[in-house]
């Protein structure tokens, strides 16, 4: 088993209705309070996903269908809305196929489908395929009017302990499931290289590039002889391979290679082809293709394959293809090891506000106030690539400011998430220079007892951000920045 995810959140978008963004609905709340209990008891970022697409009318998605099949937990949020989405329906009978497939949805004692009932529902409306599944209830029948309340998520609201108490009870369910699955990627999969096999006229190319992979840490396979009585077994061993790794790499001579038997093509055709066939199904697995520049005497065979290879789209599938020397290849093959982020050489400082809808009014006072400072202001596309613009801005931003009004804490967190942990498997290599929260309207006793180390809290700003204050709270969050990137500066010199 190949997994990626912890936890898949399958629910309704009405079941998230809220006014900012997906941030603020009972679903998004409940993210955030499972992932932060399961990353404390597992000692580790939780892996927790959810869609925040919108699904009316649309087909039943290839990525949906990936993340189902790297999922170790399938938590499904139940709801009237539930039982009347195809789409929720749909990703619960495919997540019931893989497990049982695999022969897989009990793990000792435990399910890996974790239903919870954010509604009411009866136990007729659930749906048939979890009847002999356990449910966690997020509601609870007033004996004084006997009408079902949801539990609430904040502190003050009815039945707020008894929500913390059964979200750490789920929590902790999933703890014990997640940690009994053999996981093979444990291994690491960003640490983890398929290099293809090859002919001899470029052996020592490719011991060359093995050798160093492996004195950089990285995992290299196959990692034992492939069995080459016949393809189907080699096919096999080569797709679980490929399945385990984030990257292929395949050096392409003058010879054509071996073929097996059952096959008409040679084992690095072959293995090519395999390769871009897991391209199309995860589109984060790249392959870089080094083709010789020394081809005198080739093999017609070879050159047709070649010929193709440069033609045809569906052989460069998540390919980049390379004719170039020996080492100019292995530089590149750094470069997507370590995943740079590219260098923008325009001298401007890149600071990103991010703020969540209820307190868009706050964000013209800051952006302005920063930009006459000299700053590059970013902010949030309201597009619908929103969240493609977002990880844009924190891989090239110098700095980042979170504004804390009107929204909810979970947001905050969120966002912070996204600016620490998140953006570095999104490719960032760099620590973004100076992070910070800008606290205004309205005070609360929240904001009075936030504490946080992973960013800076910028002295509080009430009383509709009179520009006094405004300046000496966003002054402080500049000294800091300017300071950070004269250190950066001498380390890079």
Known sequence: MNFHYDVFISYPHISNIDDSNNYNGWVAKFHVGLKRRLTDLLGREAKVWRDNKLQAGAPFRKDIYDKLSKSKVFLCVISPAYMHSSWCLDELREFLRLANLEGNLIIGEHSRVVPVVKTYTSKQQRPFELKDFIYKEFYKIDETIGVPLELGQESGERGFEEYKIKLGEIAWSIFKTVTLIKDESLEDIQKTIFLADTTYDIRDEYDRIKNELLARG?????????????????????????????????????????????????????????????????????????????????????????????????????????????????????????????????????????????????????????YHKGYEVKQLSQTDEALQHHKSHLMYCDATLILYGKTHLGWVDERLYDSTIRVKGWGRTSEILCKAIFITNPETKEKQNLFIKSAKLLAPCYDEIPSQALESSLDEFLSDLEKSLSINQKITN
Not at 225 to 238: I, R, T, W
Not at 298 to 310: C, G, M, P, S, Y
Not at 352 to 360: Q, S, T
């Open 218 to 370: 990285f995992t290299v396979l196959p990692d034992k002889m492939l069995p080459k009585d016949h393809v189907d077994a080699y096919k096999s061993e080569v797709e679980s391979c490929l399945k385990r790794s984030f990257l292929s790499i395949h050096l392409l001579g003058k010879s054509y290679g071996m073929i097996l038997d059952g096959a008409t093509e040679s084992t690095a055709v072959l293995q090519n082809f395999w390769a871009a066939d897991r391209s199309k199904i995860d589109t984060s697995f790249k392959r870089l293709v080094w083709v010789s520049q020394n081809l005198e005497d080739i093999d017609e065979r070879q050159k047709a394959f070649l010929e193709f290879l440069q033609s045809d789209a569906s052989a460069q599938d998540g390919a980049e293809i390379l004719i170039r020397p020996f080492e100019g290849f292995k530089t590149r093959i750094l470069q997507v090891m370590s995943k740079p982020v590219p260098g923008l050489d325009d001298g401007l400082v890149r600071i990103y506000i991010m703020y969540d809808k209820p307190d868009f009014d706050y964000f013209p006072h800051v952006a302005r106030y920063l």
